[in-house]
């Protein structure tokens, strides 16, 4: 375990070193130099790590296709995935971010036609919790790139799970570009394999 301990302590050198490096938020959105994100992926951190640490310093995520974007303005959600109570917290005109690094990763790679994720707890007998977790598209394409932002905190409400809202508009810290590489997890097509 002391290994551990001393690994966890030269990643946690390099993460600061990045962030120590990045200038503070201003009213337009600072684009992470992608060779810099590369350079941390050689040295064992992940793009889910590196945004893991944005969340653990006060940010949210928001994943999208679209780049270069410098305001986020709320949009009419339509999740016709959850019925019931959720189904009005999953449809709200407003901006939608996670604390859940692997939302705005699926969410930035640029999809064609359906998709969407389902992520569900369970609590066994022996106490437990063992996540389910199905990310699904039609068909990915793996010439473009899309976008995570980070985003500050300030200004959106928990609306259940990993998912925080916001009705006002949002001037991302940081954009980082993503690409297929970088999301780790399996992506299904209902009834057919994924086209990639």
Do not use: C
Not at 142 to 150: A, K, W
Not at 184 to 195: A, D, F, S, V, W
């Amino acid at each position: 375990m002391e290994h551990l301990k001393h690994a966890e302590g030269i990643l946690g050198g390099v993460m600061d070193i990045f962030f120590n490096q990045l200038p503070e938020p201003s009213d337009v959105p600072y684009r992470v130099d992608r060779s810099s994100v590369d350079r941390l992926v050689e040295q064992g951190i992940s793009l889910e790590m590196l945004l893991n640490e944005f969340v653990h310093r006060g940010y949210l995520l928001h994943g999208s296709k679209r780049m270069n974007i410098s305001l986020l303005e709320p949009r009419q959600a339509n999740d016709e995935g959850d019925k019931g109570k959720d189904m009005e917290e999953n449809n709200r005109n407003a901006v939608y971010t996670s604390n859940d690094p692997r939302i705005p990763l699926f969410m930035a790679l640029p999809k064609r036609g359906e998709s969407g994720y389902s992520i569900d707890g369970f609590i066994g007998d022996d106490g437990v919790v063992t996540e389910s977790t199905v990310f699904y598209a039609e068909s990915i394409d793996t010439e473009r790139t899309g976008s995570v932002y980070v985003v500050p905190s300030k200004n959106f409400e928990w609306a259940g799970g990993s998912q925080y809202t916001s009705t006002k508009s949002v001037v991302p810290s940081y954009e980082i570009s993503v690409n297929l590489s970088d999301f780790q997890y399996p992506i299904e097509k209902e009834n057919n394999r994924l086209t990639v």
